[in-house]
T-cell receptor, first 112, second 111 residues
Framework: DTEVTQTPKHLVMGMTNKKSLKCEQHMGHRAMYWYKQKAKKPPELMFVYSYEKLSINESVPSRFSPECPNSSLLNLHLHALQPEDSALYLC???????????FGDGTRLSIL | RKEVEQDPGPFNVPEGATVAFNCTYSNSASQSFFWYRQDCRKEPKLLMSVYSSGNEDGRFTAQLNRASQYISLLIRDSKLSDSATYLCVVNRHTGRRALTFGSGTRLQVQP
C-alpha cells in the first residue's frame, strides 16, 4: 500500500469545470511534487514544494494551480483544462529534495 | 541529447534468465541515482538506490560508474512478476534539485 494518498482515483471533467486533486502524506516528508504522465512516457515534473514553499514550477500553464496548505497536504487546482491535459497525475513526497521520492497511485484525469 | 538515456527495449527473456539494463546520464553534477519500476497503469515504485560502491538487494544488483556516467541494473533468476518498465532516475543536489527520469526500459519475462 502506498503511503502517499491521492484522491480522486479517476476524474472526468469538461473544459469549463473547476476541480481539485488532493495528495496527503504522513511520513513527515518536507518535499512534495506533482508530475504528469502520458501513456508510454516517463513522469514529467510539474511543481516542487519544499518546506511548504514552491521551489520549482516547470513552466506549467496557469490553468494548473498548486497549493500546499500544510506539510502533509498538496493540492492541484484545475480550471479550463484542454483535452491534451488528459493524463495520469502523480503526487510524490520525499524526506528532502535529495532523497528518493515515494509516489501516490495517481489520479487518472480525462478532459472531455 | 537527453539528460538520462535508456534503451526502451522491450527485453523479452525467459523465466530464470539474467538480464541487464544500462542507463547513461549527461550531467556530471548528478549526485543521487535510483532505479524505479513501474507496472502498467500504476505509479513508479522505488526499486533501489544506486551507490558508488555498487549494491545488491536479493536478485537485483545496481552499479554506478561515475567516470563513464552510466548506471546499470542486473536482475538474476528473472520471475514473471519482474515484468515491468524500469526507470533510471538521477538527481542533482545543486541547481535544479529534482529527479530526472529516463524514458524507461520495458522488460517482459516469459514462461
Amino acid at each position: 500500500d502506498t503511503e502517499v494518498t491521492q484522491t480522486p482515483k479517476h476524474l472526468v471533467m469538461g473544459m469549463t469545470n473547476k476541480k481539485s486533486l488532493k495528495c496527503e502524506q504522513h511520513m513527515g516528508h518536507r518535499a512534495m511534487y506533482w508530475y504528469k504522465q502520458k501513456a508510454k512516457k516517463p513522469p514529467e515534473l510539474m511543481f516542487v514544494y519544499s518546506y511548504e514553499k514552491l521551489s520549482i514550477n516547470e513552466s506549467v500553464p496557469s490553468r494548473f494551480s498548486p497549493e500546499c496548505p500544510n506539510s502533509s497536504l498538496l493540492n492541484l487546482h484545475l480550471h479550463a483544462l484542454q483535452p491534451e491535459d488528459s493524463a495520469l497525475y502523480l503526487c510524490a513526497s520525499s524526506q528532502d529534495r535529495d532523497q528518493p521520492q515515494h509516489f501516490g497511485d495517481g489520479t487518472r484525469l480525462s478532459i472531455l | 541529447r537527453k539528460e538520462v538515456e535508456q534503451d526502451p527495449g522491450p527485453f523479452n527473456v525467459p523465466e530464470g534468465a539474467t538480464v541487464a539494463f544500462n542507463c547513461t546520464y549527461s550531467n556530471s553534477a548528478s549526485q543521487s541515482f535510483f532505479w524505479y519500476r513501474q507496472d502498467c497503469r500504476k505509479e513508479p515504485k522505488l526499486l533501489m538506490s544506486v551507490y558508488s560502491s555498487g549494491n545488491e538487494d536479493g536478485r537485483f544488483t545496481a552499479q554506478l560508474n561515475r567516470a563513464s556516467q552510466y548506471i546499470s541494473l542486473l536482475i538474476r533468476d528473472s520471475k514473471l512478476s519482474d515484468s515491468a518498465t524500469y526507470l533510471c532516475v538521477v538527481n542533482r543536489h545543486t541547481g535544479r534539485r529534482a529527479l530526472t527520469f529516463g524514458s524507461g526500459t520495458r522488460l517482459q519475462v516469459q514462461p
